[in-house]
């Protein structure tokens, strides 16, 4: 059974992946857009890393599974930022280890000098962290702990998915105001 509105929690969540430790190796994202606490929308590419930055680690294809070969025909960043802002039309970002989404937002555009606009961010991790007890604070715990299916962990989508839902029944369980005090707690938008 779907659950009740939430007025007033409307965002986009993101997600990326990378083809190797550099931040600027952007090889996927996707975005999901949330309005008043439903998903209402997403988008999902592969993309090409920048010059530079297209090698892919072994460690990072293990995780997520993307190769150089699956992002040969990919766009690359410079296409792909455009479409992500249009997309979000100027909503609070939310991200689950937020810091390294927005680095890799970051990295990336300066690598093809696009200047990033100052953007609200919130971390669903330190949502989490301010508001349950648990031992761990991976995306997959915390889903589990507020009993979301599991889903494809390391697929950029299928993750900003998952980090909408977590945000989502955050603010569902604190109650009336729930939005106010993550805000508050997390020192969020």
């Not at 929690?9 to 949330?34: H, M, Q, W, Y």
Request: glycine residues 6%.
């Amino acid at each position: 059974m779907p659950h009740a509105a939430l007025p007033g929690l409307s965002f986009t969540a993101i997600d990326f992946e990378t083809a190797n430790p550099k931040r600027a190796s952007v090889c996927s994202v996707g975005v999901v857009k949330v309005r008043d606490g439903v998903v209402v929308d997403s988008m999902e590419t592969l993309v090409q890393p920048p010059p530079g930055h297209r090698s892919f680690s072994s460690y990072n294809v293990a995780v997520h599974g993307i190769t150089a070969n699956d992002v040969v025909v990919a766009p690359t960043w410079d296409r792909v930022y455009p479409a992500v802002t249009e997309f979000a039309g100027g909503d609070a970002l939310v991200a689950h280890n937020a810091t390294f989404d927005r680095s890799v937002m970051a990295s990336a555009s300066q690598e093809y000098g696009i200047g990033v606009p100052p953007t609200k961010w919130l971390c669903t991790r330190d949502t989490a962290r301010a508001v349950l007890d648990l031992a761990s604070y991976r995306l997959p715990d915390v889903s589990m702990a507020l009993n979301i299916a599991a889903h494809a962990h390391h697929d950029a989508g299928a993750d900003a998915r998952q980090c909408a839902l977590v945000l989502v029944e955050l603010c569902r369980r604190l109650g009336p105001g729930g939005l106010d005090l993550v805000r508050r707690n997390t020192k969020a938008w």
